[in-house]
């Protein structure tokens, strides 16, 4: 016969409080960036219209991708911004930036070259240059830039 002991509900509270904290306790999300851009549009990315979020706008290049892995570039950094998407900046080409946005299970900080940043259904990518004056202007990247993220 087994004997099962009762365990009183203010210990079952504290174990259990306990277990989730040893499941959140993964890498820390690092702060926002924010960047100021050169363009001003009114629908930009994290505008609500009528209760849904834009996701894309001008300059923002949309790639449907089923949930595949989206790579570095290049060896750099991986930050979020307050739009719920990534800028991914690295010292090697620093008059340039990347925003992504749609990722899911993403890695931030320092990433190497062809390292998983995350997952996307749906990325939306946007290529920035500095300009003199300090703010960001999106670019068209090159198709070949955009390969070396999806590449595997």
């Known amino acids: 016969m087994m004997l099962i002991r009762s365990i009183p ?34 629908l930009s990315i994290g505008t609500e219209i009528a209760g849904y979020a834009v996701s894309s706008g001008l300059g923002d290049i949309s790639l449907d991708l089923g949930g595949d892995t989206i790579h570095m570039p290049f060896n750099g950094t991986v930050e979020p911004t307050e739009s719920n998407c990534v800028i991914v900046s690295s010292d090697d080409v620093p008059a340039y930036l990347v925003r992504l946005c749609g990722l899911s299970q993403t890695r931030f900080g320092d ?33 070949t830039f955009i390969e070396q993220l999806l590449a595997s």
């Open 9 to 42: 509900l203010k210990q079952l509270g504290l174990w259990l409080s306990l277990a989730g904290l040893s499941f959140s306790c993964g890498h820390p999300i690092p702060a926002s960036r924010n960047l100021n851009l050169h363009q001003s549009w009114s």
């Open 111 to 143: 990433r190497q070259q062809g390292q998983t940043i995350g997952r996307a259904k749906h990325l939306v990518f946007a290529m920035l240059r500095r300009e003199p004056d300090g703010t960001w202007a999106m670019v068209e990247p090159s198709a």
